[in-house]
């Protein structure tokens, strides 16, 4: 049985929200965008409730997620208050324009927030591509096994990100909902 799985995210410059849709169309998830403003839309709140899974995305802004992600994350302790989300299945996912551009602190970020909120981390489940024949658009070519991640120069258009970041969110959101099936039957 399929579970209803979120991808909530923020993205700046269309960046995060391709990610989140690679991330989501493996998932087969809905997407939950948090505005400029680092607003839900309406219903966005009770979405989250019904969720099985949360899947969570922040462009990495000085080695953390966005204001506006930050606002979401503060908005969701009346969630926390009541153990709303707990034993959901929860991930992350981020992109920044250096290769490591300090994404590993957003993933961290997020599985707090995931943490706080007694909620069940996937990782990515992914070896890394770091053998010699490697090449930038193998799967996980970052190297993450906290969450997916992403790099895209700052100068690159939302069209030239790199088919095997697209590649590893995708198979990323897979094996999140493949968990989400197992764990929350």
Do not use: C
């Not at 095997?164 to 493949?178: I, K, S, Y």
Request: aromatic share 8%; glycine share 10%; net charge neutral.
């Amino acid at each position: 049985m399929s579970k209803k799985i979120i991808v909530v995210f923020h993205s700046g410059y269309g960046h995060t929200k391709r990610m989140a849709e690679a991330v989501a169309n493996g998932a087969g998830a809905s997407l939950l965008p948090i505005d400029a403003e680092g607003n839900l839309p309406e219903g966005g709140w009770e979405q989250l409730a019904a969720a099985d899974a949360i899947i969570m995305g922040s462009p990495t802004y000085m080695g953390s997620v966005s204001w506006q992600f930050k606002r979401f994350a503060d908005a969701s302790s009346k969630a926390w208050f009541t153990q709303n989300w707990k034993d959901k299945i929860a991930a992350g996912f981020t992109n920044s324009a250096s290769m490591n551009g300090d994404k590993l602190s957003t993933l961290h970020y997020l599985f707090t927030l995931a943490m706080q909120h007694s909620m069940i981390w996937v990782g990515t489940g992914m070896l890394p591509s770091n053998k010699k024949s490697a090449t930038r658009n193998d799967i996980n070519y970052v190297a993450s096994s906290s969450g997916a991640m992403a790099s895209t120069p700052s100068d690159a258009s939302v069209d030239e990100m790199l088919p095997g970041d697209l590649e590893t969110a995708r198979l990323f959101g897979q094996r999140v909902a493949e968990v989400a099936a197992k764990v929350r039957g």
